[in-house]
Protein backbone atom coordinates (compact mmCIF):
# COMPACT_ATOMS: atom_id res chain seq x y z
CA UNK A 1 0.00 0.00 0.00
CA UNK A 2 1.59 3.18 -0.86
CA UNK A 3 0.36 6.30 1.68
CA UNK A 4 -2.04 8.75 -0.03
CA UNK A 5 -1.92 12.04 1.64
CA UNK A 6 -5.43 13.36 0.93
CA UNK A 7 -8.07 10.74 3.27
CA UNK A 8 -11.00 12.81 2.00
CA UNK A 9 -11.15 11.98 -1.41
CA UNK A 10 -12.40 8.46 -0.04
CA UNK A 11 -15.69 8.03 -1.34
CA UNK A 12 -16.30 6.26 1.94
CA UNK A 13 -18.17 2.98 1.13
CA UNK A 14 -17.34 1.51 4.98
CA UNK A 15 -20.43 3.83 5.69
CA UNK A 16 -22.57 1.87 4.00
CA UNK A 17 -21.01 -1.04 5.71
CA UNK A 18 -21.82 -0.02 9.07
CA UNK A 19 -25.80 0.39 7.96
CA UNK A 20 -25.51 -3.21 6.74
CA UNK A 21 -24.23 -4.45 9.93
CA UNK A 22 -26.33 -2.50 11.98
CA UNK A 23 -29.42 -3.87 9.84
CA UNK A 24 -27.22 -6.96 10.46
CA UNK A 25 -28.29 -7.34 14.25
CA UNK A 26 -31.74 -7.05 13.91
CA UNK A 27 -31.59 -9.87 10.88
CA UNK A 28 -29.26 -11.95 13.18
CA UNK A 29 -32.22 -12.26 15.65
CA UNK A 30 -34.67 -13.27 12.93
CA UNK A 31 -32.17 -15.79 11.99
CA UNK A 32 -31.95 -16.79 15.48
CA UNK A 33 -35.75 -17.42 15.63
CA UNK A 34 -35.63 -19.06 12.19
CA UNK A 35 -32.97 -21.76 13.03
CA UNK A 36 -35.43 -23.05 15.79
CA UNK A 37 -38.62 -22.76 14.17
CA UNK A 38 -36.69 -24.52 11.10
CA UNK A 39 -35.78 -27.64 12.81
CA UNK A 40 -39.22 -28.14 14.54
CA UNK A 41 -40.66 -27.26 11.15
CA UNK A 42 -38.42 -30.48 9.48
CA UNK A 43 -39.43 -32.80 12.50
CA UNK A 44 -42.68 -32.44 11.66
CA UNK A 45 -44.02 -36.04 9.80
CA UNK A 46 -45.63 -34.39 7.04
CA UNK A 47 -42.21 -32.11 6.43
CA UNK A 48 -40.35 -34.85 6.30
CA UNK A 49 -39.62 -35.17 2.37
CA UNK A 50 -39.22 -32.86 -0.17
CA UNK A 51 -41.94 -30.58 -1.74
CA UNK A 52 -40.87 -31.36 -5.26
CA UNK A 53 -42.63 -33.61 -7.70
CA UNK A 54 -40.86 -37.30 -7.64
CA UNK A 55 -38.07 -36.16 -5.48
CA UNK A 56 -38.91 -38.31 -2.62
CA UNK A 57 -35.65 -37.23 -0.99
CA UNK A 58 -35.38 -36.16 2.57
CA UNK A 59 -35.97 -32.48 3.27
CA UNK A 60 -33.28 -30.90 4.83
CA UNK A 61 -34.15 -27.40 4.04
CA UNK A 62 -36.79 -25.12 4.09
CA UNK A 63 -37.69 -23.62 0.43
CA UNK A 64 -39.13 -19.79 1.16
CA UNK A 65 -41.72 -19.53 -1.50
CA UNK A 66 -42.45 -16.22 -1.54
CA UNK A 67 -38.48 -14.90 -0.87
CA UNK A 68 -36.87 -14.54 2.67
CA UNK A 69 -36.59 -11.05 3.19
CA UNK A 70 -37.59 -9.58 6.01
CA UNK A 71 -40.54 -10.70 7.80
CA UNK A 72 -40.74 -13.51 5.10
CA UNK A 73 -38.04 -15.64 6.70
CA UNK A 74 -40.39 -16.61 9.76
CA UNK A 75 -43.46 -16.70 7.69
CA UNK A 76 -44.34 -20.79 8.01
CA UNK A 77 -46.61 -20.23 5.72
CA UNK A 78 -44.55 -20.09 3.03
CA UNK A 79 -42.24 -22.86 4.21
CA UNK A 80 -41.91 -25.86 2.33
CA UNK A 81 -39.88 -28.59 3.20
CA UNK A 82 -36.64 -29.23 0.52
CA UNK A 83 -33.72 -31.50 -0.04
CA UNK A 84 -30.65 -29.29 -0.37
CA UNK A 85 -30.41 -30.71 -4.10
CA UNK A 86 -33.76 -28.98 -4.89
CA UNK A 87 -33.18 -26.09 -2.77
CA UNK A 88 -30.12 -25.33 -5.23
CA UNK A 89 -31.70 -26.20 -8.05
CA UNK A 90 -34.71 -24.19 -7.54
CA UNK A 91 -31.78 -21.15 -7.23
CA UNK A 92 -29.90 -21.78 -10.05
CA UNK A 93 -33.05 -23.04 -12.34
CA UNK A 94 -35.54 -20.44 -12.84
CA UNK A 95 -38.01 -22.59 -14.59
CA UNK A 96 -38.18 -25.01 -12.11
CA UNK A 97 -38.26 -21.70 -9.38
CA UNK A 98 -41.24 -20.53 -11.63
CA UNK A 99 -42.93 -23.41 -11.09
CA UNK A 100 -42.69 -23.98 -7.55
CA UNK A 101 -41.92 -20.06 -6.42
CA UNK A 102 -44.36 -17.43 -5.96
CA UNK A 103 -43.20 -15.32 -8.55
CA UNK A 104 -41.02 -11.85 -7.30
CA UNK A 105 -37.53 -12.10 -5.97
CA UNK A 106 -36.08 -14.25 -8.99
CA UNK A 107 -36.45 -11.32 -11.43
CA UNK A 108 -33.01 -10.60 -11.62
CA UNK A 109 -32.16 -10.18 -8.12
CA UNK A 110 -29.98 -12.83 -8.48
CA UNK A 111 -27.32 -12.52 -10.62
ZN1 LIG B 1 -35.77 -32.65 -3.61
Known amino acids: MTFIPNPKQ ?3 PKKKRKRIAAYSTKRAK ?3 VY ?3 RRIFLDKPENKYCFIDRC ?3 ATT ?3 TAGRSGEMLLNEEYWKPCCLRCNLELENN ?3 SKKYQLSRIHKGKRA
Open 30 to 32: QVE
Open 35 to 37: KKR
Open 94 to 96: PKL
Open 62 to 64: IEH
Open 56 to 58: NDL
Open 10 to 12: DPG
